[in-house]
Structures are given as structure tokens and as C-alpha cells.
């Protein structure tokens, strides 16, 4: 086995003392004389420079690890930088060659790899590069390997879920590993579920739980959210929660989550998240589901089209809903004196375009003549551009086809 080069902080003689020390040439080949002829040519002098530490945890690079990273070390396979598998998975470069050589390497190679970062691969969990090489590891890594790394998630998976980076670990787990697993997973997690489904890193996890496992362990996280699925739906995080929960769950689960969300549509269409679960509803309900969102739009239409977050349930409901529904937002707009304010809109003119592109043909032409009224608005506004370009076309098409005729 190669034997790599030490640590600078560490007991070599070479410790770092306040300034970045160098290593000549005969230094560095003669503590690792795998490198022999890697360094520039031989008859110059190269200088490895151990970076200083930038606080007072942090260690300063392997004379390895910089010459690995200035391109001056041909590192081959994972027994090149042995004693140096730790500092290696936790640097950015150093992470992404052994991502790349675990789904190369031998059983052995791996193995001897393993036997190095085993004591702490908790630690390589939670950091920001070390994660990816645990989830590698997974993947390629022998069984035993795989069953202690799962030991060692499901030990500590309540305080990985909400880390920034242990999150990942456990979500590769999930879907890795059988939906048994899942289920002890998800049965850790239940205590505490709601900080879990409202936590920017542990939503995550939840989410992936909630695409795993069955209908009955899934009604566990249900539970605790009956009563506050409106307060869950316009939370950052507990949205997409709630969205999981509408997609995976049985139809009576799904009932018990709309039964609360349908009596509060309006208001949700208005909430900068609540939104996102109405277009959710648009775009995977049922037919009756849908009408309900547009019953609450309806007699509403113009001023939801110009609000921020409402207009883009408009767009969707227009898209999704039957063509009788389409007809009665047009007779909204076209007896409205805010027309003008529409097309002027930074929102509204979007609806507009929706409209003027799915517009029954019963109803089409008396929108098209409507938006007309108010050419010079739109040559006045950026927004109202492309519906001039739209109106432009609809009627020199209709020019042309009735010179055809």
C-alpha cells in the first residue's frame, strides 16, 4: 500500500506555525515517493503551499491534498491517498475523485477505504462534502458496509433529518433501502412530527417517507396536521408536505386533508404557499375538486387576476377547467370597466393571454373586440405588448379568411 503524506499540523516536524510553510522538491519525494517525477519537470523547484486555517476549528491541507488540488499529484485510485481518506471526503475536489473511484474500485480497495472513515462516518454525514461520499458508499460499498451506515442513520436520524446535510443521507436511505426500513424510520420521526413536516431541512425527509410508506403508517402523519392543514398549507415547508400527503394518500386520507382546505380556497388562492396547494388541486383532482376552486373564483375573476400569487391559480384554472367555465370568466372581464387596468397589469395581462389562447369560440370574439377598445394602453405599456400581438393576428387571420370567402 502507498503510504500517503501527513498531516502538516500534525507530528511530522513540519508543523504549521502562523505562516504557510513550504516543502522543496527533496521534501515532498522524499516523504512520498510515490509522486517521484509528478511534480513540473525535474529540474524545477515546485512549491506546495498548506493553506492557513481560516478559524480556529479548521484545519490547514495535507501537502497532499494541496498538491492533489494544484494538479501536481497523479493520484490514481483510493489507496493513493491513504491516512488521508477523512481530509479528502471533506474537501470539495477531494469528494467528487472519490465519488468517482468508489464506483470503480475494487471490493478491497473500497474496503481498505472504508476501514479509515468507518470511525467517523457520522461526522462525514453532517458535512458538506463528506455526505456525497456516504451516499456513494451506499451504493457501491459491501453489504456490511451498507448495513452499518443504515445502523448508524437509524441510531441518530432524528438529529441527521434536521441537519442540512444529513438530511440528504437519510433521504438517500429511504429510498435506497425497503420500505421496512421506511417504516422504522417513519415510527422515530412520529413523536415529533409537526417540527419535522415545518423544518426547511426535515420536510425533505418527511416528503420521502410519505412517497414510501403504506396507507397506515402514512394516517400517523396525518393525524397530528388534521386541524391545521390551512395553517400547515401556507407555511414555506409544511406546503409541500400537505402536497405529498394529497398525492400518496388513500381517497378517504385525502378527504379528511380537502375538507379543510376546500371551506378556505379563496383565502389560499391569495397566500403566497396556500397557493401552490390550489394549483395542486387543479392539476391532480377530480372534476369535482375542480369545480369548487372555481366556484370561489367565480364573480371574483377580475381583481384575483391582478393579485400576485392568485393570478397564477387564474392561469391554471383556465387551463384546467371545461370550456362552460371559460365562457362565464370571459362574460366577467368583458362587462368589466377594469379592462383597461387588466391589460396593465404586471399579473393580469397574463390571465389575459390565457384567456384570449383557450377562449371558447362562442365567446371568443367579443373578448377579442373588447381588448381592442384599448389599443392605445397597450402601445403604452410593456405588459400589454403581447396581447396587442395576439389581437394583431387573431384579426388578420380573420381578414383573411373571410377574403377567402
Wanted: hydrophobic share 35%; net charge neutral; charged share 20%.
Amino acid at each position: 500500500m502507498k503510504s500517503g503524506l501527513p498531516h502538516l499540523a500534525g507530528g511530522s516536524g513540519l508543523g504549521y506555525a502562523g505562516t504557510a510553510p513550504t516543502l522543496d522538491l527533496s521534501q515532498l519525494l522524499r516523504l512520498a515517493p510515490h509522486l517521484q517525477g509528478a511534480l513540473l519537470h525535474h529540474n524545477q523547484t515546485p512549491l506546495i503551499t498548506v493553506q492557513p486555517s481560516t478559524s480556529p476549528n479548521t484545519k490547514p491541507r495535507s501537502a497532499l491534498l494541496e498538491a492533489f488540488r494544484s494538479n501536481r499529484c497523479p493520484i490514481l485510485n483510493l489507496g493513493d491517498i491513504s491516512q488521508h481518506a477523512l481530509e479528502f471526503s471533506k474537501d470539495q475536489h477531494g469528494s467528487r475523485f472519490i465519488q468517482q473511484k468508489l464506483e470503480h474500485s475494487s471490493t478491497q480497495q473500497i474496503q481498505n477505504f472504508w476501514q479509515e472513515v468507518e470511525v467517523e462516518i457520522l461526522e462525514l454525514m453532517s458535512d458538506v462534502f463528506g455526505n456525497y461520499v456516504v451516499q456513494k458508499l451506499m451504493d457501491f460499498g459491501a453489504q456490511h458496509i451498507k448495513q452499518t451506515i443504515l445502523d448508524k442513520v437509524l441510531k441518530e436520524v432524528c438529529t441527521l433529518s434536521l441537519h442540512q446535510f444529513g438530511c440528504r443521507v437519510v433521504q438517500k436511505v429511504i429510498n435506497l433501502y425497503p420500505k421496512t426500513t421506511a417504516a422504522v424510520i417513519a415510527k422515530k420521526l412520529e413523536p415529533n412530527i409537526m417540527e419535522y413536516v415545518l423544518d426547511q431541512h426535515a420536510n425533505h425527509v418527511i416528503q420521502k417517507l410519505v412517497e414510501k410508506v403504506d396507507s397506515t403508517i402514512l394516517q400517523t402523519f396525518i393525524n397530528p396536521c388534521i386541524g391545521k392543514v390551512v395553517e400547515i398549507s401556507c407555511h414555506e415547508y409544511g406546503c409541500r408536505v400537505i402536497q405529498r400527503f394529497l398525492e400518496n394518500s388513500t381517497n378517504l386520507q385525502r378527504k379528511q386533508i380537502l375538507l379543510e382546505i376546500e371551506p378556505n380556497i379563496f383565502m389560499l388562492i391569495q397566500e403566497q404557499y396556500g397557493n401552490y396547494i390550489i394549483q395542486h388541486v387543479l392539476d391532480h383532482g377530480d372534476q369535482d375538486e375542480i369545480e369548487k376552486v372555481v366556484q370561489s373564483i367565480t364573480g371574483h375573476f377580475v381583481d384575483l387576476s391582478q393579485h400576485k400569487y392568485a393570478s397564477n391559480v387564474l392561469e391554471k384554472c383556465i387551463e384546467k377547467t371545461k370550456n362552460v367555465h371559460r365562457s362565464s370568466f370571459v362574460a366577467e372581464v368583458v362587462t368589466s370597466d377594469k379592462v383597461g387596468n387588466m391589460i396593465e397589469g404586471q399579473y393580469s395581462n397574463y390571465v389575459l393571454q390565457k384567456m384570449m389562447d383557450t377562449a371558447p369560440p362562442e365567446v371568443n370574439p367579443a373578448l377579442m373586440e373588447v381588448l381592442r377598445q384599448h389599443k392605445s394602453s397597450m402601445e403604452r405599456h410593456s405588459y400589454g405588448k403581447n396581447i396587442w400581438a395576439r389581437l394583431e393576428k387573431y384579426f388578420t387571420d380573420k381578414a383573411n379568411l373571410k377574403s377567402r370567402s
